[in-house]
């Protein structure tokens, strides 16, 4: 079902029941399928990065360190360490985008419900929840309705066992970690 309402400036929207309730993104109500949604590398002119190797590093490092969580998480099998841990990094994604995009003052904000002033203060919070959350649930305990893992169902992990598994991902993890140890002030080892 579609709504049309005016604003007090007589602009018309035309928008879905579902977007005004916030169960889709989109103005039209469209849900998004798995199928809709294009692979990461796929090839097309907004995935070819130009210029510095900083960014095109960072997209590697981060996107291939995300296949071994989300590998650890399909062997796991628990939708809510999934669920929670997906949208720890989701408001990672989000709150990244916004300081970009709001950046430039003259960009609308009408692409967002929460106002700007707020959207730091609460995705932190919403962040610092889904961690929490998923916390417990990798814990084996079951927080309101988000059902805690079975004991040791995740996976026996070390260096060495990631890299087997995980061979054309691993070094860009143990990359990712050892760059946001120094970025925490942790000095390198002189091994």
Same mark, same amino acid.
């Given at each position: 079902?579609?709504?049309?309402?005016?604003?007090?400036?007589?602009?018309?929207?035309?928008?879905?029941?579902?977007?005004?309730?916030?169960?889709?993104?989109?103005?039209?109500?469209?849900?998004?399928?798995?199928?809709?949604?294009?692979?990461?590398?796929?090839?097309?002119?907004?995935?070819?990065?130009?210029?510095?190797?900083?960014?095109?590093?960072?997209?590697?490092?981060?996107?291939?360190?995300?296949?071994?969580?989300?590998?650890?998480?399909?062997?796991?099998?628990?939708?809510?360490?999934?669920?929670?841990?997906?949208?720890?990094?989701?408001?990672?994604?989000?709150?990244?985008?916004?300081?970009?995009?709001?950046?430039n003052s003259k960009n609308p904000q009408g692409m967002f419900s929460?106002?700007?002033?707020?959207?730091?203060?609460?995705?932190?919070?919403?962040? #610092?929840?889904?961690?929490?959350?998923?916390?417990?649930?990798? #814990?084996?305990?079951?927080?309101?309705?988000?059902?805690?893992?079975?004991?040791?169902?995740?996976?026996?992990?070390?260096?060495?066992?990631?890299?087997?598994?995980?061979?054309?991902?691993?070094?860009?993890?143990?990359?990712?970690?050892?760059?946001?140890?120094?970025?925490m002030g942790a000095k390198k080892d002189s091994k």
């Amino acid at each position: 079902m579609r709504v049309g309402f005016r604003r007090e400036s007589g602009e018309f929207y035309d928008v879905s029941c579902d977007y005004l309730l916030g169960r889709s993104p989109h103005r039209s109500g469209a849900t998004i399928k798995v199928e809709d949604i294009p692979e990461p590398d796929s090839v097309g002119k907004e995935n070819v990065l130009k210029g510095s190797l900083l960014p095109v590093l960072n997209k590697k490092l981060i996107a291939n360190s995300l296949n071994i969580i989300f590998g650890i998480l399909q062997k796991a099998g628990n939708k809510s360490l999934t669920s929670e841990v997906s949208a720890y990094l989701n408001l990672s994604i989000y709150k990244s985008f916004r300081l970009l995009y709001s950046a430039n003052s003259k960009n609308p904000q009408g692409m967002f419900s929460v106002p700007q002033k707020l959207s730091d203060g609460r995705s932190s919070a919403a962040q #610092d929840i889904a961690l929490s959350n998923a916390g417990c649930v990798a #814990d084996g305990e079951s927080v309101e309705n988000l059902k805690g893992l079975e004991k040791d169902k995740l996976p026996e992990l070390s260096p060495e066992k990631i890299s087997e598994e995980y061979p054309l991902f691993a070094s860009s993890l143990f990359n990712l970690i050892q760059n946001a140890e120094t970025r925490m002030g942790a000095k390198k080892d002189s091994k």
